[in-house]
């Protein structure tokens, strides 16, 4: 098992380094924000309104309303990633993940827009009638030829397993920890009440899921975000010499203080950037599966709606969780957990909030809110694990890939936490990266389209206005020889 371990981490460390998916993670956001022009700043206040308050584009074809849409994606964002996964990047990255958490969430955003751009775009309805989309789907729509078949088939095949990772594993070894530190609640009993609860819900298939979240991820994240203002109220002088530490220590790394073992930039930028994608999931693509359902009139206004979800994601929730770890100050002085290499673990959540409301109190606020969370996003991602595998294998696969992942939950239950999450990460980042270069080669085409219908209509008052014509991209290799090597031959 440490041998297994040890691989499973030195895949993690590449995948995750400076070699490959966080340069391409922020090249691609780079590239759209500025083919965008600042689309996610200029036009965040409009796409707020769309999402939460007008909620749907009336008559617009779609299985669910851009709200449902909306608190499904958070459903499977809002997770473990916006309490254990920001304490984890913190408490081994030092304070100066929680900014490059930000920078993922900021530039996250265009990502988060063209992809869900194009789901909603490439959409298609399979042959039970239901609305299917994603990057599975216009991948292969969008870019001709075999490039974007094979892109296709490679996020379908990380797609289907990464649910298991990030939308399943992590969420249920969280919640079954939680659960047994907060009340002492054995772990396979929350396993088991767990997948029956899941079991119940993807019985309805995508119209279940949507009214589902959107009943209950509001109240979760109101409660969660009322909870944790109270604490930096009471913590509000420690607040500006925390946000101080985020911004220096992301330049310049964090010294050894109290248990906590000191942390380098690359670390920051690492933990920062791979909990960062965990939580908001930007430019990984799997938003893009459920935008496509959406009611939407046009691709650039539900586009702009699941923008908003990183925003809401990483900007509030996440913020919360960092700076109520730092202004506290439990990332330096919690107990040290050898199961990650002697640094200190998720449990810094816990520990902030037992520090300010209560032992009983604090422990029993976190563990609620991390299995709502927790639940929500398993809900989200099964869906999307779901649609990954119908593309490979057919609407067939549809059943088995729910009972499946239903049954693999009394599993994680009792699974190495540690190990989980390497292999979450190591998932993650290769579902992104077909996803990410797709974004890279239809840029173009997104900034064009989204310039000519804001220029219609900027406010996103109307919703009458006609989608684009599908088009496709030819980007193939080919070789041409020099007329030194013809004559050779």
């Known amino acids: 098992m440490e041998l297994f371990n040890s691989i499973v981490g030195t895949i993690d460390d590449f995948v995750w380094s400076v070699w490959l998916l966080i340069p391409l993670l922020t090249v691609t956001g780079l590239v759209l924000t500025i083919r965008l022009r600042g689309l996610q700043f200029v036009k965040l206040w409009p796409a707020l309104k769309l999402g939460l308050f007008k909620r749907r584009d009336p008559g617009a074809a779609g299985d669910i309303s851009q709200y449902q849409a909306l608190t499904t994606a958070l459903a499977a964002t809002v997770g473990t990633g916006n309490i254990v996964g920001v304490a984890t990047a913190i408490g081994i990255g030092g304070p100066g993940a929680l900014f490059w958490m930000w920078v993922t969430g900021l530039l996250g955003m265009a990502s988060k827009y063209a992809e869900a751009f194009l789901g909603s775009k490439y959409r298609e309805t399979d042959s039970r009638g239901e609305?299917?989309?994603?990057?599975?789907?216009?991948?292969?729509?969008?870019?001709?030829?075999?490039?974007?078949?094979?892109?296709?088939?490679?996020?379908?095949?990380?797609?289907?397993?990464?649910?298991?990772?990030?939308?399943?594993?992590?969420?249920?070894?969280?919640?079954?920890?939680?659960?047994?530190?907060?009340?002492?609640?054995?772990?396979?009993?929350?396993?088991?009440?767990?997948?029956?609860?899941?079991?119940?819900?993807?019985?309805?298939?995508?119209?279940?899921?949507?009214?589902?979240?959107?009943?209950?991820?509001?109240?979760?994240?109101?409660?969660?975000?009322?909870?944790?203002?109270?604490?930096?109220?009471l913590n509000v002088q420690a607040i500006p010499h925390a946000i101080g530490l985020v911004f220096t220590d992301a330049f310049t790394g964090t010294d050894k203080v109290g248990n906590f073992l000191g942390a380098t930039v690359g670390?920051?930028?690492?933990?920062?950037?791979?909990?960062?994608?965990?939580?908001?999931?930007?430019?990984?693509?799997s938003a893009a599966i459920v935008a496509a359902a959406a009611q939407s009139s046009h691709p650039v206004r539900q586009g702009l709606v699941s923008m908003t979800q990183t925003f809401i994601d990483t900007i509030i929730v996440v913020s919360f969780t960092?700076?109520?770890?730092?202004?506290?100050?439990?990332?330096?002085?919690?107990?040290?957990?050898?199961?990650?290499?002697?640094?200190?673990?998720?449990?810094?959540?816990?520990?902030?909030?037992?520090?300010?409301?209560?032992?009983n109190l604090g422990p029993a606020i976190v563990a609620i809110c991390v299995v709502f969370f927790a639940l929500s996003t398993v809900i989200g991602w099964s869906y999307y694990g779901e649609r990954c595998a119908v593309r490979l294998f057919g609407i067939n696969a549809q059943l088995p890939y729910r009972v499946i992942f239903t049954a693999l939950i009394v599993v994680w239950a009792r699974f190495q936490a540690e190990t989980i999450w390497q292999i979450a990460d190591i998932l993650n980042g290769l579902m992104a990266l077909p996803n990410l270069i797709g974004l890279l080669i239809l840029s173009g085409m997104i900034a064009r389209e989204t310039k000519a219908y804001l220029a219609s209509d900027p406010d996103l008052t109307k919703n009458n206005v006609e989608p684009g014509p599908l088009t496709a991209i030819a980007f193939k290799f080919s070789w041409v020889p020099s007329e030194e090597r013809v004559s050779r031959r």
């Open 131 to 233: 609305v299917v989309g994603g990057p599975q789907v216009y991948l292969q729509k969008a870019i001709a030829g075999p490039v974007g078949k094979t892109l296709a088939i490679l996020f379908a095949v990380f797609g289907a397993f990464a649910a298991f990772g990030i939308g399943n594993g992590t969420q249920v070894k969280s919640m079954v920890e939680n659960m047994e530190n907060a009340f002492g609640v054995d772990p396979m009993i929350t396993g088991v009440i767990v997948m029956i609860l899941v079991g119940l819900t993807l019985i309805g298939g995508i119209k279940s899921i949507g009214k589902v979240t959107a009943a209950f991820v509001p109240f979760m994240i109101v409660v969660y975000v009322v909870a944790g203002a109270v604490i930096l109220a």
């Open 267 to 285: 670390l920051a930028i690492q933990k920062g950037m791979a909990r960062g994608i965990f939580s908001n999931e930007s430019g990984m693509g």
């Open 322 to 359: 960092g700076l109520v770890i730092l202004s506290t100050g439990v990332w330096q002085n919690a107990p040290i957990d050898p199961a990650t290499d002697g640094r200190l673990d998720g449990n810094l959540t816990l520990e902030a909030f037992a520090q300010v409301i209560g032992e």
